[in-house]
């Protein structure tokens, strides 16, 4: 597939859009992630126009709501927009409570478009990617970056697979997104674990010293 200079434009839009934005407990600029987007929509057989989506596809919903989706369909056309528009889950500021956006959302993707759910996936799978990665460096102050926390953040991305297993969309990204999100899973699952184990240690330290304590105190007596 050939680009037309529409996918040049839209590079440079999206880079000035989120020009003073970065991914979430990082330096790392936010065009990163857009890059990242579209690089796997288009591995699964993304058009140009769902690639300039992938691009395009946080602007409403973190840079100027429904007067950025009239630039984005003035410049790049209804079908661009309407993909854009697909892929948020507000438009509104301040945003609406975390958990009813993200039950709206889930229940919108399992019967979007077939390009949605492309630039959908496509996006969740890269943020996956970028949880799985910083988990295994920060472990679970990781969680204090998201509005739903561990368990909220560990319910949308499950709930989000088996949306888009339900709407048998693209077999290989799907699957991708779940093989992520089940490590990911594993993951908190050790985590979770090591937590019981250091309070019973901490339990039996307490008793052992509690016991050395009163045989002393007895001896004194």
């Known amino acids: ?36 987007v579209a690089s796997i929509a288009l591995d699964h057989g993304a058009n140009e126009e769902e690639a300039i989506a992938a ?25 661009v927009a309407d993909i854009v528009w697909g892929c948020s889950d507000t438009d509104k500021v301040p945003k609406p409570p975390w958990r009813k956006r993200k039950e709206a959302y889930i229940a ?5 478009s077939p390009s949605i759910q492309l630039v959908s996936a496509s996006d969740k799978l890269h943020n996956a990617r970028a949880i799985l990665s910083d988990y295994r460096c920060v472990g679970d102050k990781l969680w204090v ?12 991305y499950r709930a989000l697979v088996e949306a888009f297993q339900r709407s048998g969309m693209n077999r290989q990204l799907v699957a991708d997104l779940d093989l992520t999100v089940a490590d990911i899973e594993r993951l908190a699952s050790k985590h979770a674990g090591r937590f019981p184990f250091r309070m019973i240690y901490v339990f039996a330290a307490g008793l052992i ?11 004194a007596r």
């Not at 919108?108 to 979007?112: E, I, L, N, W």
């Open 55 to 79: 691009l395009l596809h946080d602007a409403v919903e973190d840079q100027g709501g429904e007067k950025t989706l009239n630039r984005i369909r003035r410049r790049f056309g209804s079908t």
């Open 145 to 156: 970056r998201f509005t739903g926390g561990k368990e909220g953040t560990l319910w949308y």
């Open 209 to 219: 010293v509690g016991e050395l304590i009163e045989r002393l105190y007895r001896r």
């Open 1 to 36: 597939m050939t680009f037309t200079a529409q996918f040049e434009e839209a590079l440079t839009f999206a880079t000035r859009l989120h020009a003073t934005q970065t991914r979430k407990g990082s330096d790392i600029p936010y065009i990163a992630h857009l890059l990242g």
């Open 108 to 112: 919108h993707v399992a019967c979007a």
